[in-house]
């Protein structure tokens, strides 16, 4: 009779080779062990089979001392640990290339270097050069059926697998058995030692050959960090992320203009007077639309151009975008060059609607001052556009590429335009650029192409909100033909001379 509870059950799995011999050696070397309580299972892998608290696995060319078990017991009984890794003296059968080599001393590197508990990766590579001791490896049961490591599937990976676990680890230095490398071909432990070398050759020409492609590919790749670094500069989640609302949405009243600057992006300085006059009658469809759609979720509502104070009567356009959106900011915005000479019923519409009168100070020859106090006389907000009113308009240069080769994500994220809403002829459109692309087409006999997918009808039946939102946070398939990244900034101002150089980064003619 066993006393179990001082001498718990250990299944010594023994793993027979070809060779009587051997067989029979290992076979002795465990029967006579002087620990009381082991149970032999021979010739399987499948740990299920231990009835044990403890398993050690042997292998045909192993030889156990008679107190290798007994010595591993009484240190696993004092302690919680789930694996012991032990020496193994390692030499050659011939008997003229022994030499030492030890289990413990392989294994012992990374956990003397991170501690037994602190023990936190180890990477299969990381242990190549150590072969794998299978007889030298004593393990709590328990832990290997909490970690499913109940099978020895490859037995030269077993310990590896088994320490990917972070079992709570100890190493003895003690000598505690022989392991017999035999050199002759055929000789089972030899193959899988030599197999394991090979796997490490392969491993080591994978990762070489993905230094090579790490070299080749060093410029796209470096590309590709700028270009991420790039887009978490501009915000790029802020960008992509659908709001509950549209913060600006502009309406041209018509399309050209009285001043005709240098690459407007608009392209209101190539548009002709008759191109575009806004009916009020499809104004009122328009925006009482865009209110229900939105549920009149926009923030800043723009009457716009083009100049639109050359649209012959803008009071009824100012009368109505209030009627509609009663709580939106609504901005007038224009040059200016038309101001002096509105009449008092422009100013006072403007302050009983509500319309903050919003000019462009560009370096024109424009009566501020007068145009100031007429504001004030009426009582008619009035502020300038974009910090005109305290610093010099200046004009950027925001490149189109006529052959659309860009990537539209990456335009899109890069541009300064999103968020610049136009709502033209009873579609919404992300930004100027594709709204009114027409009239750069026409100019210079370009067919930069906008399809359905670059705008979006709000007149389509079922239309709701959170799709009128989502598309506006969404690239274009017309943003291909934006350069973003290549806009400059802080160009002198000055009127247009037409040249497509103006909008690209092609020669001037
Ligand atoms: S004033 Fe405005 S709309 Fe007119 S050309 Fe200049 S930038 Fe374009
Ligand atoms: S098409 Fe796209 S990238 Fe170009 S201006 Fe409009 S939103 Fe920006």
Known sequence: MQDNDKNPLVSVFVILGTDENYNRAILDSIESQTYPNIEIIKNSYDLHQAHGDYVLIATSDDYYGPDTISGLMAGLLESDLDVV??????????????????????????????????FPYISPQFMMQTNSYLGACFLRRNFLVRHNLMRIVRPNAFIRQVLMHKPRTYTMTSYMGVHTVRPMVGAQ????????????FRFLYRY??????????????????????????????????????????????????????KSCSHFSCLARAGDFELKLDDFRRDIRRLHRVTRGRVRILELYGGEPLLHPNVLPFMKYARRTFRRATIRFITNGILLPQQKPEFWKTAHKYKILISPTKYPINVDWASVTETANKYRAALDFFGGTGYCQKTLYHKPLDIRGTQNPALSFINCQHTGCINLYKG???????????????????????????????????????DEVFDFVARPIPFCRYCMSRATTRGHPWETTKKDISEWTLLRKK
């Open 85 to 118: 890794l032990f020496n193994m003296e390692r030499h050659m059968e011939s008997g003229d290339d022994s030499r030492w080599s030890d289990a413990a001393r392989h294994y012992a590197f990374p956990f003397r270097a991170y501690g037994i508990d602190g």
């Open 189 to 200: 432990n030899e193959n899988d030692y030599l197999t394991q070398q090979m796997a490490d």
């Open 208 to 261: 070489a050959k993905s230094l090579f492609w790490l070299w080749k590919w060093r410029e796209p790749i470096k590309k590709l960090i700028f270009d991420f670094a790039t887009m978490s500069n501009v915000g790029i989640l802020n960008k992509l992320r659908p709001r509950k609302y549209i913060s600006q949405c502009s309406i041209h009243l018509v399309d050209h203009c009285n001043l005709n600057c």
């Open 427 to 465: 579609r919404l459109y992300h930004c100027p650029v594709a709204a009114y692309i027409k009239y750069f087409n026409r100019q210079f006999g370009t067919r930069l192409k906008l399809t359905p997918m670059d705008s979006l009808d709000i007149h389509e039946v079922g239309l709701r909100p």
